[in-house]
């Protein structure tokens, strides 16, 4: 019996057009843009559609933008009748699997994450920080060679992204990131990539933004979730409100363990992955991590479509 699992996007998926063609074609999909319109006093729907992309880039922009496309998507394939066992979600995606799975409604996730945008931004001034992909190198390997930055006591940098085998993500101060990918090079990386992000998320750099925006997670009236969130913090499948609250405040300044999660999820059975809102990052991470996972991606109207036509019939 196919078990299916439904992941959703975080930071860096966000294209100029992302979710037009859903909400063009399913009315329950454009209230959501539109529901999200309203919570944050702008016009989300049209940046996400027509651009600037400059201005979509922004931090505090992309992550609603990303949360409302997931949300519009997973409207359409819930009513379409597609049931999942599990959700999970990476970084910014963990709102917008909790989302699906009951736990807060889309207008406060979307000002909730607008403000963690803003204050993940303001943590550190741009320049500062740095984030890099450190490709075809083992995990431990790469730990070793961060913590031992980071014991020299000049700068910091952290492993914040377990993405696949092969693909981990630091960040820190920009300085202990560029000596960080040097040294991995040495060791054996087979690329090292400087990513075009603005701030080193989840690293101890984040900790500033964790506590600015604690107190807005502690105010927010979750509810129980209806299928187990397995949490960016340590994998674990959660429904209950204080798990859902503890790993969303955490996981501000600590590492995503994707790689964990989805090998988690398919030891608990999961063997059918569908991947809503924008791109398909997640989808080829969990084929380099089991080659054998089937894999959707549901953000586009034919992507929903094959969806519905081979999981719900």
């Known amino acids: 019996m196919t078990k299916i699992a439904a992941l959703f996007p975080g930071q860096g998926s ?3 057009g992302m979710g037009q ?3 063009d074609r399913w009315p329950v999909a454009a209230e959501v843009f539109e529901a999200v319109d309203r919570s944050l006093d702008f016009r989300l729907s049209s940046l996400c559609w027509e651009g600037p992309e400059d201005q979509l880039r922004l931090t505090e922009n992309t992550q609603p933008a990303l949360l409302v496309h997931s949300a519009a998507a997973w409207a359409v394939l819930a009513a379409g009748g597609l049931r999942v066992e599990a959700v999970a979600g990476h970084s910014l995606g963990e709102y917008s699997a909790i989302l699906a799975a009951g736990g807060l409604g889309v207008a406060e996730a979307a000002k909730t994450v607008r403000q963690r945008g803003r204050l993940m931004q303001e943590a550190v001034p741009v320049g500062q920080g740095a984030m890099a992909a450190i490709l075809g190198l083992d995990d431990e390997i790469v730990v070793e060679i961060c913590a031992a930055e980071t014991a020299s006591g000049r700068e910091v940098v952290v492993a914040a992204n377990f993405n696949s085998p092969g693909q981990i993500v630091i960040a820190g101060t920009s300085g202990a990131v560029e000596r960080a990918s040097a ?4 060791r054996g990386a087979r690329r090292t990539v ?3 992000v603005s701030a080193p998320f989840h690293s101890p750099l984040m900790a500033p933004a964790r506590e600015g925006l604690t107190p807005t997670l502690k105010a927010l009236n979750f509810e129980t979730l209806n299928v187990p969130l397995y949490r960016n913090i340590d994998a674990e499948p959660v429904q209950d409100t204080s798990a859902v609250r503890e790993g969303l405040i955490r996981q501000v300044d600590s590492p995503v ?3 964990e999660i989805v090998r988690r999820l398919i030891a608990d059975g999961v063997d059918t992955f569908v991947e809503i809102g924008t791109g398909q990052v997640l989808s080829g991470l969990v084929r380099r991590i089991d080659r054998t996972m089937k894999t959707y991606a549901a953000g586009t109207a034919e992507g929903i479509d094959t969806v519905l036509a081979e999981l719900v019939g």
């Open 183 to 186: 040294e991995c090079k040495e």
């Open 194 to 196: 400087l990513l075009p």
């Open 257 to 259: 363990l994707w790689s």
């Open 14 to 16: 966000q294209a100029v």
């Open 21 to 23: 063609d859903v909400a």
